[in-house]
């Protein structure tokens, strides 16, 4: 079966980085869009952003992407997602995500069937 499994988040100071990981199994990795969205405390999971299967369009939610990018290396069937700047604003749970069409990387979380556990990532001020 699909299994996405997110790694790198934790406890960091305002301002810092982090880089977030999203290995994946049971999926063709390489023929598909991938996403990251997050959910912060009593809000609604959002679209952070996505990436084509290819690596080359990418697509954010227009407030964060001057701080955050996303990546993939498909020989290693790893997403990521590089956060810079980060703000107590961005404390949440983040997902990876595959989607229903593989070539879907828009912002519709149902357009997304394949979930992992998520990672906690908390900013402190």
């Known amino acids: 079966q699909v299994q996405l499994v997110e790694t790198g988040g934790g406890l960091v100071q305002a301002g810092g980085s982090l880089r977030l990981s999203c290995t994946a199994s049971g999926l063709a990795f390489s023929t598909y869009a991938m996403g990251w969205f997050r959910q912060a405390p009593g809000k609604e999971r959002e679209f952070v952003a996505a990436i084509a299967s290819s690596g080359f369009n990418t697509a954010y939610t227009d407030s964060l992407k001057d701080r955050f990018t996303i990546s993939r290396e498909n020989t290693k069937r790893t997403l990521y997602l590089q956060m810079n700047s980060l703000k107590p604003d961005d404390t949440a749970v983040y997902y990876c995500?595959?989607?229903?069409?593989?070539?879907?990387?828009?912002?519709?979380?149902?357009?997304?069937?394949?979930w992992g556990q998520g990672t906690q990532v908390t900013v402190s001020s």
């Open positions: 995500a595959a989607p229903r069409s593989s070539s879907y990387r828009g912002p519709r979380r149902d357009e997304y069937r394949y």
